[in-house]
């Protein structure tokens, strides 16, 4: 499912309505015209996008530190093979549903991107590591 990140006009002032000001979800309802489930629907909504905004800051930040690791070639072999895995299975998630959206947003997964990034570093490491071994 794509999920924009922006929070909606409605969402913010669902969110605020509710932390800020100490409604309930029944006075929010009332406030804007739409049922106490639909209030209730939106805050949570809200919070889920607040919490992928947070993540997804959280990992581009942690995407810009380098750290050096030592493998074995076997090493490298298994975490390709995981990292293929991983990728297949996101792959084929958004071709079962045939949704543009949901590949606009794989394309914008920190995560689906990392993995991508590090098969090719680890798949041209092993090329490497085995001219030398030669």
């Given at each position: 499912m794509h999920i924009n990140m922006e929070l909606t006009p409605q969402e913010q002032k669902v969110l605020s309505l509710y932390s800020m000001d100490g409604l309930t979800f029944a006075k929010i309802a009332e406030t804007l015209g739409i049922s106490r489930s639909r209030a209730s629907q939106i805050y949570h909504n809200a919070l889920g996008k607040q919490d992928l905004m947070r993540r997804q800051e959280f990992y581009l930040e942690q995407n810009q530190k380098n750290v050096s690791v030592t493998l074995k070639l076997g090493e490298v072999v298994v975490l390709q093979r995981i990292l293929n895995e991983y990728l297949k299975l996101k792959m084929n998630?958004?071709?079962?549903?045939?949704?543009?959206?949901?590949?606009?947003?794989?394309?914008?997964?920190?995560?689906?991107?990392?993995?991508?990034?590090?098969?090719?570093q680890m798949k041209a490491e092993e090329k490497i590591w085995r001219r030398q071994m030669k």
């Open positions: 998630a958004i071709r079962n549903t045939k949704n543009n959206s949901d590949w606009e947003a794989l394309q914008k997964d920190v995560d689906f991107n990392t993995a991508k990034t590090l098969q090719k």
